[in-house]
């Protein structure tokens, strides 16, 4: 990969759920987190990887260009509609085979997942949307994977934003070197924050990590920037965190920072299946099986936060 790139495997323009205003988010690829109702699948991998849609294939047609490019990745039967890409095999190339493997594709099925972006490329696409953030307060967000994981990639693009004038914020686990946190709040304008829960074993047990160093990063954040807006957010997770309680133990310690004189809002998620089609798409079954969220009990966990006096602005229209 090129020297001063990181992997971005996403712009999205004028999202409204991602910080202030109209933001354009910027996904960088890698996270150290594997939380199994993740619904950016291909955010989690720190290389690049193809993902493949079967309903774009034209293998019915005929097209076996994939398999001419990388015969030892594809599986294809004569006639069949779809082909079956083999993961493992993938896993050996290198980018620039990735690269021309997903580019022989002319259908678009293929999708090379991690593209290497510079900090000036980046800016000069999100510069585009400019007239959008002046007129709704919006600007750029940084999202992943986990954003904190490229700390002088993170802090370069920041700071480049505001050289441009273009307001900031990231979304993170919170799973970082505290140093990659206190670089990047140098340049930031708002923080989203997702505490998932306040129990360490559960935390491990379901992401792969506790929460000791989620909590501390947030304890410090809040005690060093107090005027930083952060918004904290909780997925909730049938079997994981379905539970008033849970929300309760959060919300707890988010008053014992300060809460609102420490500029936390918070916001509870609804938990949702939109990734499902992105496991399939990249080999992987959805770790979620079938499990379904309780709507009443959501809706309990809403009122709740609405209740607690942190409750952020988007919690009154959900
Ligand atoms: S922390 Fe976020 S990006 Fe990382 S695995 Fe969990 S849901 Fe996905
Ligand atoms: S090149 Fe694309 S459209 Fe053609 S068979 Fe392969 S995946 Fe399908």
Redesign the pocket.
Known sequence: MPKDSALVFNIQHYSLHDGPGIRTIVFLKG?P???PW?S?PE??RFGPEVSYVADKCIAGMGCDRCALACPGAVHATPGADAITLDHEQLDHLDLNELTAFAKACPSKALTLEGRPMRVDEILDVVERDEVFFDRSGGGLTVS???PLSHRTFLTSLLAGAHERGISTAIET?GYAPYASLASAAEHLDYVLF?IKSMNDAKHRKW?GFGNTRILDNFRRLCADHPELPKLVRTPIIPGFNDSREDVAAILDFLHGLGGTDANITYQPLRYHRFGEGKYHALGRNYPMGTVKLDDDLFNAIRDDALASGLAAEALYHD
């Open positions: 996270c987190l594997r939380c993740c950016n955010s989690q992943g994977g986990e686990c997702d992401t």
